[in-house]
């Protein structure tokens, strides 16, 4: 599989060679996006057609392969950043239900976790991706049971820890894409040793995403630990 995403990956770059940073940081319209129509379709018909700023500058240089560590404030649509990516990521690689974890959005609470998974569900509702949450609360053996098809995995950090110390069949070996969601919170909330714990289980050859609202010197320790060589996008509000 590492190889297969390193050819599609290759193939989307070149193929997208033409278009410069630049230049698409000037695309107002999803359509725009070297995206999957099943992506482009989904956002649409939720009433999604033109992307905010963080969304126009972090989407792209996700889509030609790089880590990014993406800061902005709250309510700026860090949901649909971070999502669109995770759906290109899987859909590139032909992902389907038996391929299991492909992709891991973790976030500080139940509350962000089950938001994301509702945006999930609107955006992605056009790709035959399976998706679901581990947040605790409920019973690990229910979700453990759920788990077995689960390409897509939105996680609290005690809970996924707990799943992966103790649930053999929760395996991650072959994750695409890491999306680190609220960093600043989760360390703020001193979930530090559990990410680590968690980032030490996962394959190194993945892509990894990291949001925050602020990009604090914690945010920075933390993307030199789980991500490669990342790109910093920062969008700032303007005042005047
Ligand atoms: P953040 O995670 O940065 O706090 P959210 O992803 O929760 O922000 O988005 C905040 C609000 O903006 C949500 O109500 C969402 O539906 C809306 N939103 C996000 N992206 C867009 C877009 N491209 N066009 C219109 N509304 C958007
Ligand atoms: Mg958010």
């Known amino acids: 599989k590492g190889k297969k995403f390193r050819e599609n990956i290759d193939g989307v770059i070149s193929k997208y060679k033409k278009i410069t940073p630049e230049e698409a940081s000037c695309f107002r319209k999803f359509k725009q996006f070297p995206l999957s129509s099943a992506t482009i379709n989904g956002l649409n018909e939720a009433g999604f057609t033109e992307p905010t700023d963080i969304q126009r500058q972090s989407i792209f240089l996700s889509l030609i392969g790089n880590d990014v560590v993406g800061a902005a404030k709250t309510g700026s649509g860090k949901t649909i950043a971070l999502l669109v990516p995770v759906l290109e990521s899987l859909w590139r690689n032909k992902w389907t239900r038996e391929d299991g974890l492909g992709a891991l959005i973790i976030t500080p609470t139940r509350e962000l976790a089950c938001q994301i998974f509702q945006v999930l ?35 609290t950090p005690g809970r996924l820890l707990q799943h992966l110390d103790e649930n053999e069949s929760f395996r991650c070996h072959m994750l695409q894409i890491l999306v680190v969601d609220e960093a600043d919170r989760i360390l703020d909330m001193g979930f530090k040793d559990q990410l680590n714990a968690i980032v030490e289980n996962l394959p190194k050859e993945r892509q990894t995403l990291l949001f925050s609202a602020t990009q604090t010197r914690n945010v920075k320790d933390l993307a030199r ?4 060589d990342p790109v910093f996008v920062s969008v700032h509000e303007h005042s005047d």
Request: net charge negative; hydrophobic share 40%; proline share 0%.
């Open 225 to 228: 630990v789980c991500a490669k």
């Open 121 to 155: 569900n609107q955006i992605g509702k056009n790709h035959d991706f399976s998706a679901g949450v581990l947040i605790g609360g409920t019973d690990i053996e229910y979700e453990r049971d759920r788990l077995g098809h689960v390409n897509i995995v939105v996680a």
